[in-house]
């Protein structure tokens, strides 16, 4: 359902259709997409980078449209995230071993904002790693008007006749949308129960995103790298 539409649906719902209450109405939509982008790993949400990295390499940063890093493999094998806290517990030398690579961990973002991981170990030969990550939401690149903000600063996340990338939303986002134009014009109560309705409607999403679509569920034991096979006879 394109931005333009859903706004001009709630307006007439709660009976708002003045410009002013519209760009109100396609801020809200905006913001409340933007949530649900971040609610969840929405197949959508997911992308797939490539960086070349060379000897010795501890930190890397990942592309800037990378939000968060899920998953990555070196080597033509998959290497999961690990804590801090748990690299001490098991085998501290990690973060100095050199070697082929076996986990990451996920670093605070740079002075620019975007997001890096460190390698455990240090790598003894060049390769590629491919990272799996979550993508930061963006402008839909299209022509749109500065009312859909009121900061003319920040561009609108959807153009008018934009819509969002995450299947199955819609009835989700309406909820939300017409709960926030009714606590802005102070029908808590009214409001509360939209809030809870599009909660109903973001958990049928999911399950259309979990279950719905073409998808395996696994269980997929991790040996981590520091066993081997003698520890287990």
Do not use: C
């Given at each position: ?23 109100m ?7 409340r ?11 959508e ?13 501890e ?26 806290q748990s ?5 501290p ?8 690579v076996?986990?990451?961990l ?14 455990l ?10 990272v ?25 996340i ?8 995450i299947?199955?939303?819609?009835n ?8 926030d134009?009714?606590?802005h014009m ?8 939209k ?21 395996i ?9 520091f066993?081997?096979?003698g520890d287990?006879?």
């Open positions: 359902m394109k931005k333009a539409a859903t706004a001009q649906f709630v307006a007439d719902k709660v009976q708002k259709t003045d410009a002013a209450s519209i760009a109405i396609k801020n809200f939509i905006d913001r997409y933007e949530m649900m982008w971040d609610s969840a790993l929405w197949r949400t997911l992308a797939t980078t490539t960086y070349t990295i060379t000897v010795d390499t930190e890397v940063t990942l592309n800037a449209t990378v939000d968060l890093p899920v998953s990555a493999r070196w080597n033509d094998m998959e290497i999961v995230p690990m804590d801090y690299v001490f517990q098991i085998d030398t990690l973060f100095n071993d050199a070697g082929s076996t986990n990451f996920v670093l605070p973002r740079d002075a620019s904002g975007n997001a890096m991981i460190k390698l170990r240090k790598p003894d030969k060049e390769k590629s790693l491919l799996l990550g979550k993508q930061k939401i963006t402008s839909d690149g299209n022509t749109w008007t500065t009312s859909s903000s009121t900061d003319t600063d920040v561009l609108p959807l153009s008018d006749d934009g819509e969002p990338k299947n199955g939303i819609d989700a986002l309406l909820s939300f949308v017409e709960g134009i009714l606590e102070r029908q808590y109560g009214k409001a509360q129960v809030y809870q309705e599009a909660g109903n409607h973001l958990a049928v999403a999911r399950d259309m995103d979990n279950h719905q679509s073409g998808r569920t696994r269980i997929v034991p991790q040996v981590e790298s066993w081997s096979v287990f006879e």
